[in-house]
Nanobody
């Protein structure tokens, strides 16, 4: 069982930056992929960014050019650097790790971007 703890959320003005962290209780090196999702009030949870075990990254169109996902296997942590934040980025952000037979989610961290 792996536990994920997100941190780094908060209130920021439009145009600002935040870096989210997701710390895993166990090794992440064996997982196929780690990802960040977000869910705004009244909306579905959507993928924001994904990074595979080989370091391949994928981004939602809304995140391309502004967000960067990275992972530090030594620290069992995945990050999401968010720049040029917009009010529409306001949501609860969730970390997810996926293995061949496992799928774990964090509890989420709130990001609020004021206009």
């Amino acid at each position: 069982q792996v536990q994920l703890v997100e941190s780094g959320g908060g209130l920021v003005q439009a145009g600002g930056s935040l870096r989210l962290s997701c710390a895993a209780s166990g090794s992440i090196s064996s997982f196929n992929a780690m990802a960040w999702y977000r869910q705004a009030p009244g909306k579905e949870r959507d993928m924001v960014a994904t990074i595979t075990s080989l370091g391949t990254t994928m981004y939602a169109s809304s995140a391309k050019g502004r967000f960067t996902i990275s992972r530090d296997n030594a620290k069992n942590t995945v990050y999401l650097q968010m720049n040029s934040l917009k009010p529409e980025d306001t949501a609860v952000y969730y970390c997810r790790v996926v293995g061949s037979r496992s799928d774990y989610w964090g509890q989420g961290t709130q990001v609020t971007v004021s206009s």
